[in-house]
């Protein structure tokens, strides 16, 4: 391509993009906790890992599986997000390496991705406290605490990102501290040959892989707020690494205190099993704080991944990618439509089990990545003088054999997805190919207003 090593990046045009100097741009520490949350948001949900594979892989799958998939994630992202500061985030980094039909793709499997993910909140939420209230272990009280909570998390991403993210980090420090208590306690319990039991014979390999990376994926979600951080140049890496390190803690102490502290029962360690833990070691009421902190958990996972899946669309909708209302901010700068798209998703979702939520989630996800992962080497050979505030420090070699482990990994996780789950992620994927001409279409007959798309291949970068 002449001249692409004199390329420089093309942002949007003011008539694009609407004015933000009256709302105010996210910094560092709720940052951090937005990563957290879009990423973990606890040890609530990683039991089956344990349930699957025993004490020792679940210890060890959650301190060498953040090298395998977490870092490479989160070093693509820092770079590419610092190179293209705009909510479209990995939309935008697909489209100028391949073009934006599959920028859409990859827009239309991450939402998907992200609004399955959320579905699945609000059924933890109630799993961890229908053993205190039995009433809502199912029937009308179970969809009617479904349809409210929904509602009220909403309305909390509708009153803008900055509140978001402040709530963020109330909600991670509550959440927190009860496993931190926890640990103090159980001290004197700890029997560190407890943490070395496994049995190669009895592992459920599939909720394994699967358990490891819903926990530990979608690092790349906060690129789809990158235009809402305050210097996101600096910031955005920054925040990236505190979470990582902060994320895989979170998982790593409950994990060694739980399996540490009481005898083994793997049958027992499914989604909610952390308060029983809670209940053996420190009483009632440090399984009613579990229980609590649990709920708070999900309800800062469910406003950061609805934040991301909304300001995605926006993004989209600035880039001409979807109908231009979805562009348009309320009075809190919080993009309504958006939101209003991935909350009604949300709830369409709610019906599915929790396995089932994960390895759907898991299957689009892993598609996403692969584009994700070409799309970041594309640049490095078409693009490598273009100004990236950060840049992961390898060659281009380097950053192909980055990408080559979590690659594998992604067809391994793709290899072992149920035939349900296989089949209805790939009718989501073909609603999408389909997706994109028929909004072409829509735009071409007037039935819909979209703001000027950009030729990504020619008109992302311009020559210096």
Request: hydrophobic letters at 50%; one cysteine or more; a negative charge.
């Amino acid at each position: 391509m002449p001249g692409a090593n004199d390329a420089e990046y093309v942002a949007l045009e003011d008539g694009i993009s609407p004015k933000l100097e009256h709302y105010t741009k996210v910094s560092i520490l709720p940052l951090v906790f937005l990563i957290f949350y879009e990423v973990s948001g606890g040890p609530f949900g990683v039991e089956d890992s344990v349930k699957a594979a025993g004490p020792l892989l679940a210890l060890l799958g959650f301190v060498i599986f953040p090298f395998i998939w977490s870092v490479p994630e989160a070093l693509i992202t820092a770079e590419l997000s610092t190179m293209f500061p705009e909510n479209a985030g990995y939309v935008v980094w697909v489209s100028s390496a391949l073009g934006p039909y599959w920028g859409f793709q990859q827009g239309w499997m991450k939402w998907l991705s992200g609004v399955i993910d959320n579905a699945l909140y609000p059924v933890l939420f109630l799993d961890y406290l229908k053993s205190a209230f039995p009433i809502l272990e199912d029937g009308l009280p179970r969809t009617a605490a479904v349809l409210g909570i929904t509602l009220a998390l909403t309305y909390v991403n509708y009153r803008g990102l900055t509140i978001v993210g402040w709530v963020a980090v109330l909600l991670g420090v509550f959440s927190l501290l009860p496993f931190l208590v926890m640990g103090v306690i159980a001290v004197p319990e700890l029997k560190p040959s407890r943490w070395l039991v496994f049995d190669l014979d009895n592992v459920d390999w599939a909720l394994y892989l699967n358990t490891l990376f819903w926990n530990l994926n979608y690092w790349d979600s906060i690129s789809t707020l990158s235009g809402e951080v305050e210097n996101p140049g600096r910031t955005l890496p920054r925040a990236l690494f505190y979470a990582l390190i902060f994320v895989v803690l979170a998982y790593f102490f409950p994990l060694l205190i739980g399996t540490g502290a009481i005898p083994l029962n793997r049958d027992s360690w499914e989604d909610g099993y952390f308060s029983e833990i809670a209940k053996i070691i420190g009483g009632v009421w440090l399984r009613f704080w579990v229980q609590g902190a649990s709920a708070v958990s999900n309800m800062g996972m469910f406003v950061a991944e609805m934040s991301s899946d909304s300001f995605q669309l926006l993004g989209m909708a600035e880039r001409g990618m979807l109908p231009e209302c979805f562009a348009r901010r309320s009075r809190y700068g919080t993009p309504l439509v958006g939101i209003l798209f991935s909350a009604s998703g949300v709830v369409l979702l709610s019906w599915l089990s929790f396995q089932e939520i994960v390895a759907a989630e898991n299957f689009l996800y892993c598609f996403g990545m692969i584009m994700e992962f070409v799309a970041f080497v594309k640049l490095r050979v078409e693009y490598p003088a273009v100004s990236r505030p950060y840049k992961v420090p390898i060659g281009t070699v380097g950053a192909v054999l980055m990408c080559v482990p979590p690659t594998l990994l992604i067809c391994v996780v793709l290899a072992l997805a149920s035939f349900k789950v296989m089949c209805l992620s790939l009718v989501a994927v073909l609603v999408g190919l389909v997706l994109r001409p028929c909004l072409q279409y829509s735009e071409k007959k007037g039935w819909f207003r979209f703001s000027n798309p950009r030729d990504y291949a020619n008109q992302m970068f311009t020559d210096q």
